[in-house]
């Protein structure tokens, strides 16, 4: 597949096998900074979507405690196939500032396969637009 620029982006063609769908979960405030990127999306060939089963892409924004944990996996597990997880920001990648807290996950890698992790605190919303253009390279090599 290749990707395209234009003078307003980039547009990934994602081939015609599927429709590419993200559900974001934004836990806290890599929350904000993701959503400030969700109405670039369909500019790249990715449309956001509101219940899990459509979703292709799980984007897991913010720290993950223990206890919304099982939610986050149920949305995982209620995903269409082929799904993918990006991890965006330092606490949902590691526990963030409250990794030493015994009710943060110390990662979601811990119980999702990640993917993409995408690093800062919090990212701008330009570095999820980067984690997608990793995610398709990675879906098409």
């Known amino acids: 597949m290749t990707v395209s620029a234009r003078p307003d982006g980039v547009v990934l063609n994602w081939g ?3 429709r590419v769908t ?4 934004g836990l806290a ?3 904000v900074e993701v959503m400030a990127a969700l109405d670039r999306l369909p500019d790249l060939g990715v449309t956001p979507v509101d ?5 292709h892409v799980l984007v897991v ?3 993950v405690t223990d206890v919304m944990l099982p939610a986050v996996l149920r949305s995982y597990e209620a995903m269409a196939e082929p799904r993918y997880v990006i991890s965006v920001g ?8 409250y990794w030493d807290s015994y009710s943060v996950t110390k990662g979601i890698d811990q119980a999702l396969p990640v ?10 919303p330009e570095a999820l637009l980067e ?5 398709h390279r990675l879906v098409n090599s």
């Open 22 to 25: 993200v559900l974001e979960l």
């Open 51 to 55: 219940g899990a089963g459509e979703a």
């Open 61 to 63: 924004s913010g720290t």
């Open 90 to 97: 330092a606490c949902s990648n590691t526990g963030g500032p």
């Open 131 to 135: 984690g997608l253009k990793a995610l």
């Open 29 to 31: 405030c890599c929350g």
């Open 16 to 18: 015609t096998t599927y």
């Open 115 to 124: 993917h993409v992790a995408v690093p800062g605190c919090p990212p701008r």
